[in-house]
T-cell receptor, first 111, second 112 residues
Framework: QKEVEQDPGPLSVPEGAIVSLNCTYSNSAFQYFMWYRQYSRKGPELLMYTYSSGNKEDGRFTAQVDKSSKYISLFIRDSQPSDSATYLCAMNENRDDKIIFGKGTRLHILP | ETGVTQTPRHLVMGMTNKKSLKCEQHLGHNAMYWYKQSAKKPLELMFVYSLEERVENNSVPSRFSPECPNSSHLFLHLHTLQPEDSALYLC???????????FGQGTRLTVV
């Protein structure tokens, strides 16, 4: 079983829809969970960062972590065409540990 | 711009060539990383430098040779590469104990 599983997509949704992106993982020691966004021809940039279980909201973005199910989600409300990008989940056990990335999900928001 | 600059942006090289990728960060970070991003695969960590010392080498073939002359610069020296080494090579930096890795825009490498 891979450490981090993420559906590569592509996922196409109409503008204004709620988007749900998900990852599952196998290592119960992961404590720090991140979502990175990568636009075409750019490097990834950190979008959301959460520690342990729970929710975190930032504008239109909400990150959820369910450690009991080893499942994390990123929700995007009122999606915009500018949200079209690849979204990578990432996690590690401790802050200075190497970060394990998912494959990334390609998201297209259709105008 | 994230504060991490990679050059060149694109590189085409033959299997017998020697080339180097360069990464520069002006964020005052003390850790730097090389990642490989291939189509349909997760980001693969190749090398980690912490306080200018290599702390991790993720079973990377010796045809990839990193160099970190100071905390602001990181190089990846390439020689006798294979076509399957074609990928996007990303450099990142972070502050140890911090929460975010900042990535450069990457070098798109094609080995012919």
């Amino acid at each position: 079983q891979k450490e981090v599983e993420q559906d590569p997509g592509p996922l196409s949704v109409p503008e204004g829809a709620i988007v749900s992106l998900n990852c599952t993982y196998s290592n119960s020691a992961f404590q720090y969970f991140m979502w990175y966004r990568q636009y075409s021809r750019k490097g990834p940039e950190l979008l959301m960062y959460t520690y342990s279980s729970g929710n975190k909201e930032d504008g239109r973005f909400t990150a959820q972590v369910d450690k009991s199910s080893k499942y994390i989600s990123l929700f995007i409300r009122d999606s915009q065409p500018s949200d079209s990008a690849t979204y990578l989940c990432a996690m590690n056990e401790n802050r200075d540990d190497k970060i394990i990335f998912g494959k990334g999900t390609r998201l297209h928001i259709l105008p | 711009e994230t504060g991490v600059t990679q050059t060149p942006r694109h590189l085409v090289m033959g299997m017998t060539n020697k080339k180097s990728l360069k990464c520069e960060q002006h964020l005052g970070h003390n850790a730097m990383y090389w990642y490989k991003q291939s189509a349909k695969k997760p980001l693969e960590l190749m090398f980690v430098y912490s306080l200018e010392e290599r702390v991790e080498n993720n079973s990377v073939p010796s045809r990839f040779s990193p160099e970190c002359p100071n905390s602001s610069h990181l190089f990846l020296h390439l020689h006798t590469l294979q076509p399957e080494d074609s990928a996007l090579y990303l450099c990142a930096s972070s502050q140890l104990g911090g929460t975010e890795a900042f990535f450069g825009q990457g070098t798109r490498l094609t080995v012919v």
